[in-house]
C-alpha cells in the first residue's frame, strides 16, 4: 500500500479507489451483464415507484456470470444487497436456427448442487418468454439462497456463443437479462 501512495498523486488515486470499493462490494462485476429495463434516477425499475408492487423484485437486483468447459455450462446468479429469492430462471435456445440446442440436448443439470426442476413450458409466471422464443429451459423451483449456481450439460460441443436472452423470475416480477448462450454445435 505504501508503493501505491508514493506513486499515485491524492486525485489519480480517487478513481482507482472508487472502482476498487465498486468491484469489491459485489454488485459491480466485470462480468455483470445489464437487463433490458427502464430504471428511473433511482437506478430503480419503473416498478419501484408503484407502491403496491411490495412483492416485485428490481432488474438490477442480479448479476450472471457465465463459464464454459467443454459441454459443461455454469451460471452463477448473484442476489444484490435486498434482493428477492429466485422462482426461475430461464434461458433462450433458439439461437442457431434448426441446429439450435433444445431442452433434450441437455443430459444432466443442477442447481447449488441438487438435480434441477427442467421445463420447457413457461406456466403462467409472469415471463413474456413466447413473444422471444419457443425454444427455452426454465429451471423451476429454485431454492432460497443468496446465490444460484446453475450448472447443465450439453450433448453435443457447442462451436460458438451468441448473447441471447435469459429470464429471472422473482416475487411478482420477470425481467430479462442479456447473457452468453449456446449456439451452433461443433
Known amino acids: 500500500m505504501r508503493l501505491f501512495l508514493n506513486i499515485a498523486t491524492p486525485h489519480r488515486a480517487l478513481p482507482v479507489l472508487v472502482l476498487v470499493f465498486l468491484w469489491v462490494t459485489g454488485c459491480i462485476h466485470q462480468d ?3 437487463p433490458e429495463q427502464p430504471f428511473t434516477a ?3 425499475s419503473l416498478e419501484a415507484d408503484n407502491p403496491n408492487a411490495k412483492s416485485a423484485s428490481y432488474p ?3 448479476k450472471i456470470t457465465v463459464t464454459v468447459n467443454g459441454k459443461i455450462w455454469t451460471y452463477c446468479i448473484t442476489k444484490c ?3 428477492k429469492d429466485l422462482s426461475n430462471f430461464s434461458i433462450n435456445l433458439q439461437n442457431c436456427g434448426l441446429n439450435s440446442s433444445t431442452i433434450n440436448n441437455i443430459v444432466w443439470a ?3 448442487g441438487k438435480p434441477a426442476t427442467l421445463e420447457s413450458s413457461n406456466g403462467r409466471n409472469g415471463c413474456d418468454i413466447q413473444s422471444v422464443t419457443t425454444n427455452f429451459v426454465k429451471f423451476d423451483n429454485l431454492p432460497s439462497a443468496s446465490s444460484y449456481k446453475i450448472v447443465f450439460e450439453l450433448d453435443k460441443l457447442i462451436g460458438n456463443f451468441v448473447t441471447s436472452t435469459a429470464w429471472l423470475k422473482a416475487g411478482t416480477s420477470c425481467h430479462p437479462y ?8 461443433l
Do not use: F, L, Q, W
Not at 442479456?178 to 454445435?185: D, K, L, Q, S, T
Open 32 to 34: 455483470e451483464v445489464s
Open 42 to 44: 433511482s437506478g430503480r
Open 60 to 62: 438490477g437486483d442480479y
Open 81 to 83: 444487497e435486498g434482493a
Open 110 to 112: 443442477t442447481v447449488n
Open 178 to 185: 442479456a447473457i452468453v448462450a449456446p449456439c451452433c454445435p
